[in-house]
Nanobody, 121 residues
Framework: QVQLVESGGGLVQAGGSLRLSCAAS????????MGWYRQAPGKQRELVAL???????KYADSVKGRFTISRDNSKNTVYLQMNSLKPEDTAVYYC???????????????WGQGTQVTVSS
């Protein structure tokens, strides 16, 4: 059974940084594309960043140049380094460890409990 544990969220002032972690178990970690999503109150969950099994990355326009996704297959963990945070980055952040591409990237894996990121102005 797949288990995901997201951590690293918190309250930070605008311009600050946070590093999110997603530890996975119960899967063959290295074979899938993985990603970070976020969901703000009243909004749909959106893909923020993804990393393929080959290490290629893709970002939402709103976070390009500020966020960096990475993975450590030896630790079954995917990270999201978030710099220059803005109030509009406030959301619950979730990781998904099985993204597949079919005209667009879609999540097929399990979801964790998420981690709250709050950016104050």
């Amino acid at each position: 059974q797949v288990q995901l544990v997201e951590s690293g969220g918190g309250l930070v002032q605008a311009g600050g940084s946070l590093r999110l972690s997603c530890a996975a178990s119960g899967i063959i970690f290295s074979i899938n594309a993985m990603g970070w999503y976020r969901q703000a109150p009243g909004k749909q969950r959106e893909l923020v960043a993804l990393i393929t099994r080959g290490g290629s990355t893709k970002y939402a326009d709103s976070v390009k140049g500020r966020f960096t996704i990475s993975r450590d297959n030896s630790k079954n963990t995917v990270y999201l380094q978030m710099n220059s945070l803005k109030p509009e980055d406030t959301a619950v952040y979730y990781c998904n460890t099985d993204l597949r591409y079919s005209s667009s990237w879609r999540p097929f894996g399990s979801w964790g409990q998420g981690t709250q990121v709050t950016v104050s102005s």
